[in-house]
């Protein structure tokens, strides 16, 4: 029976040019360093410096799958910013 194992990395692009970006990634299920790596760009196309990612290796004997998924954050209207600032500022004006 072959040996499984899969580990959790958060990232974070620190860089990037047109072929590579330079990312940090932090372990999330295991104890580890902070490391700092190099992805291929095509990997996460749609990456920008500050975009966060998820990374997951999968160990299966010899056999190494490596999964990456950018997060994206919902688009907020100009009416949601609005409405946050007008509580904002009530809040604001009520611990005055």
């Known amino acids: 029976m072959a040996i499984r ?4 990395w958060e990232g974070c692009v620190e ?6 970006l330079w990312v940090r990634l ?3 299920d295991h104890k580890g360093p902070e490391l700092r ?5 095509c990997r996460l196309p749609d990456a920008q410096p500050g975009s966060i990612f998820n990374l997951y290796t ?6 190494v799958r490596t999964v990456i998924r950018l997060k994206t954050l ?5 009416e949601e910013l609005a409405e946050i ?3 904002a500022q009530e ?4 611990k005055s």
């Not at 919902?74 to 100009?78: K, S």
Request: hydrophobic share 30%; proline share 6%.
């Open 5 to 8: 194992r899969t580990h959790r």
């Open 15 to 20: 860089e990037l040019d047109a072929d590579t």
């Open 26 to 28: 932090i372990p999330t």
């Open 37 to 41: 790596a190099e992805i291929d760009r």
């Open 58 to 63: 999968h160990v299966r004997g010899k056999k």
């Open 74 to 78: 919902p688009v907020w209207t100009a």
């Open 85 to 87: 600032e007008a509580r």
């Open 91 to 94: 809040r604001s004006q009520e």
